[in-house]
Each structure stands twice: as structure tokens, then as C-alpha cells.
């Protein structure tokens, strides 16, 4: 896959280099190009913001730089999606990801300052924005989007089922992990997963996403109902963690 960037501060994405990232750039699985608009100038000041029309505060970037910038790009893959990282995008999510995962090229233009002169969205493809709030400029934001898409790329982790499980994939959250000692500060890893049963294994972990979803982000399962199975699979979790009237009466005697 290959990855343009449009940005000022190209080294930030040297961060990329790391882990998994890292071995996707390094093996060759993704290359990244950097377009920085500030070569792309002609002034002696090499300007890449202007002030804002009507005034106000801050500067805004201007248009030449980015399109030549752009044009750079679209000249060694004419196909890239130019995607624009701005807030008043739209928020991205795991779905979202997945479908960029499939392209072939993508080409990030990140803000800055008070963001990009308007007369820029003719060349714009998508926008997303990583949250509503807003960050100094769009480096983080692609960087976030990258290493999201990065992870689904086929060969990226070193587990191929290890993404499948990640939350939001399956539109769930992820199930508890657990690693040794045995027990800590008193407590102990369930027992099902030290039982070397598969079966009960896969069975508990889709319980525990499912009961997750349903305790933290229940708003998942409106957008994708669930199966048959995995009802049942929920409703056992209900059961086995609704309180008792111990549990209540031991709470009180704390308070
Ligand atoms: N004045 C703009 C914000 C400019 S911040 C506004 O209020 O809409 C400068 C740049 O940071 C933006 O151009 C954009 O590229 C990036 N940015 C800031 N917050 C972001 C977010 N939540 N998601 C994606 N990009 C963001």
C-alpha cells in the first residue's frame, strides 16, 4: 500500500518506525512519501500561511503549496484518495478503517494553524476527523488513521487472528486478557482459560466481549443486533453478574 503525506512536519511520522508500524514500513508492505508544501513555495520566505480574510485570530494555510504538493503526489499515483484530517470530518471509526485498509494509495493533507484555506476541498476526497476536539494540527490524527489501517493490512500482525478479536472489529469489545503469575494481589485467572478446553475457552471469551459491550458501550449492539447465540451467550453473562443480595448488603456495610 502506498501512503502520501502532505505535511509540514514530516518528521512527527517518524514514530511510525516503531513496532508494528515499523515492520510494516521496513518489510515493505507499506511505503510512505512525504510532500512537504513548504518546498513546493516560490517566495524567498518560502510562505505556506497567509492571514485570514475579515481578520481574527491566527494564520491559515494557503492553497498554492498544497495543490503543487498534491499534484506531486497524484503525478506518482494518480489514484490516491486525497483525504483531509479536519474535525469537522467524519469521526472515524473501525469500519471506516477497514475500508481504507483496501485501497491501493491514500494521500494525507494535514492542517495547521487555523487550518487550510476553503478553495482546497475541490481536491479533497474524504474527510475524517479522529474526535470532537480539536489538536494542534493533523499529524496526530493521520497518524492515528495510519496505524489503524496499518494493523488490518493482511500480514501486519504477527497474529492474523489477533485483529479479529480487537474491539469494534465484530462490533463488540475485546474480552479480558490475562498473562502469568496465576494470582495476584488475590486475584486469580479464571479458571476456564487454565483448562486447555478450546471450546470453553472461545465460548467464555465471546461471553466476556458480548457482557463488555452490554456494561460499556451497549449503543453497539443498536447499529448491530445480536444473534441468536450470542443473546444467549449475554444473557448467561447477566445472570452470573447480577448482584446478590450479599453483594448489596456487603456494599452497604462499606458505605
Ligand atoms: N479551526 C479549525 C481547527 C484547526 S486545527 C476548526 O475549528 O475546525 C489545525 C488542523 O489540525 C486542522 O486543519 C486539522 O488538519 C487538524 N485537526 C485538529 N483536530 C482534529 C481532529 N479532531 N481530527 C482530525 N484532524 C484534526
Not at 474535525?87 to 475500508?99: A, D, F, S, W
Amino acid at each position: 500500500m502506498w501512503l502520501g503525506i502532505i505535511s509540514l512536519f514530516p518528521e512527527i511520522f517518524d514514530a511510525l518506525s516503531y513496532g508494528i508500524t515499523g515492520r510494516a514500513i521496513s518489510s515493505g508492505l507499506v511505503t510512505i512519501a512525504h510532500f512537504n508544501p513548504r518546498d513546493f513555495t516560490q517566495d524567498k520566505h518560502r510562505r505556506v500561511d497567509d492571514r485570514p480574510y475579515g481578520g481574527g485570530a491566527g494564520m491559515v494555510m494557503k492553497v498554492e503549496p498544497l495543490e503543487k504538493a498534491i499534484a506531486a503526489a497524484k503525478n506518482l499515483h494518480p489514484t490516491a484518495s486525497v483525504i483531509y484530517m479536519n474535525p469537522q470530518g467524519q469521526t472515524l471509526t473501525q469500519e471506516i478503517v477497514q475500508k481504507l485498509a483496501q485501497r491501493s494509495a491514500l494521500l494525507f493533507l494535514n492542517g495547521r494553524y487555523e487550518g487550510i484555506d476553503e478553495r482546497i476541498a475541490t481536491y479533497v476526497d474524504e474527510e475524517y476527523s479522529i474526535g470532537d476536539y480539536v489538536i494542534s494540527g493533523g499529524e496526530l490524527a493521520s497518524m492515528v488513521t495510519l496505524d489503524a489501517i496499518i494493523r488490518c493490512l493482511p500480514g501486519a500482525l504477527g497474529d492474523e487472528n489477533s485483529a479479529k478479536q480487537d474491539s469494534f472489529t465484530e462490533h463488540r469489545l475485546d474480552y479480558p486478557h490475562y498473562t502469568r503469575p496465576e494470582c495476584i494481589n488475590g486475584i486469580t485467572v479464571p479458571k476456564v482459560l487454565q483448562s486447555g478446553d478450546h471450546k470453553a475457552i472461545e465460548r467464555w471469551r465471546l461471553k466476556q466481549a458480548l457482557g463488555r459491550t452490554w456494561q460499556r458501550r451497549p449503543d453497539l449492539f443498536v447499529k448491530h443486533p445480536l444473534t441468536i447465540e450470542e443473546q444467549t451467550l449475554l444473557n448467561e453473562f447477566i445472570l452470573e453478574n447480577v448482584p446478590t443480595a450479599g453483594d448489596l448488603l456487603q456494599t452497604k456495610r462499606k458505605d
